[in-house]
């Protein structure tokens, strides 16, 4: 008799406990699983948003680099000259300047702000450029 109750009480877990652990497990993915993917894509924009400063950033050397003034107003895909690609945007993005920046091959830069639009026309991040050194301060 005593061989039989120990061999009972180490069946394992019944199919309903099974069930009400998967229950608890989706209901906290259910919760837990949309702040996620917020937080996933809030961090994908600032990594975005902080990738472009830094092309900003790095135009007065493209400048000189190339030999060529560059002139940015509306940047709608990202830019490229003789086939070095000096600005990237995400898909559907886009950074407006006002008034238009203007980068010389001497890297000196004029002042503008600039405004980071994303593909629903939102406004992710506004920003100024500082002359002469292309400085950029977010805002």
């Known amino acids: 008799m005593a061989g039989r109750e120990r061999r009972r009480r180490c069946r394992g877990f019944s199919l309903l406990e099974l069930m009400v652990v998967l229950a608890l497990i989706a ?19 600032r990594y975005a948003i902080a990738s472009i400063y830094e092309d900003i950033r790095q135009l007065p050397r493209w400048a ?18 003789g086939g070095e690609q ?26 503008s702000t600039g405004t980071v639009i994303d593909a629903a026309a939102l406004i992710l991040a506004e ?11 977010a805002e």
């Not at 898909?91 to 980068?103: A, E, H, N, R």
């Open 27 to 45: 209901l906290m993915m259910g919760l837990v699983g949309p702040s996620f993917m917020k937080m996933i894509d809030r961090s994908t924009q």
């Open 64 to 81: 000189h680099l190339l030999g060529v003034p560059l002139s940015l107003d509306s940047v709608v895909e990202p830019v490229a000259i």
């Open 86 to 111: 000096i600005l990237s945007l995400p898909q559907g993005w886009q950074v407006l300047f006002d008034p238009p920046l203007t980068v010389t091959p001497d890297q000196l830069c004029s002042a």
């Open 127 to 137: 920003f100024s450029i500082q002359a002469p050194d292309c400085r950029v301060v």
